[in-house]
């Protein structure tokens, strides 16, 4: 019902930039919230941060002061531009989206988006 299609990763170097993007679609009546996540070889998946459809944002400690993310709700769309990327930042990132459909507005759905890698690594 929901589909998120995420795009920019790869590979980097220390110092680097990259940005991510990842656009939602289908049968959605609203985006409460949209952001990013990632999971690194042999560790548990993590937030890296998110934003409300107000814009109310949220970061790991780790990613404060280098990530920054941001929406166009008219898109369905969340970027995150990633700067002063680390090697410790490498992981495979997914987009994620709670969603109140078309058909079930009291309800709100998680989805995730298929991963983008991205490694840091002179």
């Known amino acids: 019902q929901v589909q998120l299609v995420g795009s920019g990763g790869g590979l980097v170097q220390p110092g680097g930039s990259l940005r991510l993007s990842c656009a939602a679609s289908?049968?959605?009546?609203?985006?409460?919230?949209m952001g990013w996540y990632r999971q690194a070889p042999g560790k548990e998946r993590e937030l890296v941060a998110a934003?409300?459809?107000?814009?109310?944002?949220n970061y790991a400690d780790s990613t404060k002061g280098r990530f920054t993310i941001s929406r166009d709700n008219a898109k369905n769309t969340v970027y995150l531009q990633m700067n002063s990327l680390k090697p410790e930042d490498t992981a495979v990132y997914y987009c994620?989206?709670?969603?109140?459909?078309?058909?079930?507005?009291?309800?709100?759905?998680?989805?995730w988006g298929q991963g983008t890698q991205v490694t840091v690594s002179s």
């Open positions: 934003i409300t459809s107000g814009g109310s944002t």
């Open positions: 289908g049968s959605i009546l609203r985006i409460d919230s």
């Open positions: 994620n989206a709670k969603v109140r459909l078309v058909t079930s507005i009291l309800t709100v759905y998680t989805y």
